[in-house]
């Protein structure tokens, strides 16, 4: 079986790059600075349905791309989760917070209605996360998406 992303990801989401494990993606909603990383692995729902080398390159991914992300917004705090309640497909939060973001200090989900991105700002922050990526070094191979160009 081959890995098919969740119609709820989807639907939410910008995709932003391939990963050597993972689909990084953007929430669509810009109160907050929120990636998801979705193993490419067919019917994963939970962390222990991973092969132990791809849970080591699943942690691989978040600790480097956590390298970028929270200097790069300067963030107070980096929330990462993983809950799955709504969507069972594997899928990690990466949540850049800050003291003044609309949820602070609760957390994001089920917070009022979701701001969309326009898709000029979606290219920008794959852009700027690019080159943030390439600056620190980021180690798994990396495809971005055309989205990024």
């Known amino acids: 079986m081959t890995f098919e992303l969740h119609s709820q990801l989807a639907k939410d989401s910008f995709h932003l790059a391939d990963l050597k494990l993972c689909q990084l993606r953007l929430i669509n909603d810009q109160r907050f600075y929120w990636l998801?990383?979705?193993?490419?692995?067919?019917?994963?729902?939970?962390?222990?349905?991973?092969?132990?080398?791809?849970?080591?390159?699943?942690?691989?991914?978040?600790?480097?791309?956590?390298?970028?992300?929270k200097p790069l917004k300067q963030a107070v705090k980096l929330n990462i989760a993983t809950l799955g309640n709504l969507v069972p497909q594997l899928h990690l939060h990466l949540i850049a917070r800050f003291t003044e973001d609309a949820a602070w200090p609760n957390?994001?989900?089920?917070?009022?209605?979701?701001?969309?991105?326009?898709?000029?700002?979606?290219?920008?922050?794959?852009?700027?996360?690019?080159?943030?990526?390439?600056?620190?070094?980021f180690q798994p191979p990396i495809n971005w998406q055309t989205l990024a160009d």
């Open 107 to 137: 957390p994001v989900w089920g917070l009022g209605t979701a701001e969309p991105y326009n898709l000029a700002t979606v290219k920008a922050i794959a852009k700027e996360l690019r080159s943030a990526c390439t600056a620190n070094n």
């Open 36 to 69: 998801l990383l979705v193993p490419k692995v067919a019917n994963a729902k939970e962390l222990t349905d991973l092969t132990p080398t791809d849970h080591q390159q699943l942690w691989q991914e978040v600790y480097s791309l956590s390298q970028v992300i």
